[in-house]
């Protein structure tokens, strides 16, 4: 689905970046893994980025990555998370911004509610990670046949 902040997104991520290296110089971002009872990952689609995701997002000033990723997941899908999210991976994401790196964490025991945040998220999901939608991103299939199928963690996003 192609909606109006898909289109401008290419226009409008340079000035994000801009504002986010002078009040930021490095950032910081983090996505979370979390799988249901049938194996099933949770993946979310923006409404200003093609394809599916991890959900997930920046890390505010003051608040620590598992705050953050604790945060991002309830905003953006409706997941508490039960027990401390566990670091599974470190990246470095300079393909599309220098100085920006992602923690990929994994929630063990969540429980499901509505999402807090409206407006961003145009569609959360669950998938088997061998049969993930057409249109998941290259990062989001590079970090599940990580932590799936024993693929080499690689240090680039």
């Known amino acids: ?11 409008t991520r340079p000035l994000f970046f ?5 009040s930021r110089g490095m950032t910081l971002g983090v996505r979370g893994v979390a799988v249901d009872g049938e194996g099933r990952v949770l993946l979310v689609k923006h409404t200003y980025l093609h394809g599916w995701w ?3 997002g ?19 899908a ?3 998370a039960k027990a401390e999210p566990r670091l599974i991976s470190a990246h470095s994401n300079e393909r599309f911004f220098k ?13 499901m509610t ?11 999901g669950w998938f088997h990670p061998d049969a993930l939608p057409e249109d998941t991103t290259r990062a989001t299939r ?12 690689s240090p680039d996003w």
């Open 18 to 22: 801009a504002v986010s290296r002078m």
């Open 114 to 124: 509505e999402r807090t945040s409206h407006g961003e998220i145009a569609e959360i």
């Open 142 to 153: 590079d970090r599940l046949a990580e932590i799936f199928n024993g693929a080499g963690a």
């Open 58 to 76: 920046g890390v505010d000033r003051g608040e620590t990555t598992h705050q953050a990723v604790i945060r991002e997941l309830r905003e953006e």
């Open 99 to 111: 100085g920006d790196h992602v923690l990929v964490f994994a929630i063990d025991a969540f429980d």
């Open 54 to 56: 991890l959900p997930g």
């Open 78 to 80: 409706g997941l508490i």
């Open 1 to 11: 689905m192609t909606t109006w902040r898909t289109r401008i997104e290419p226009f």
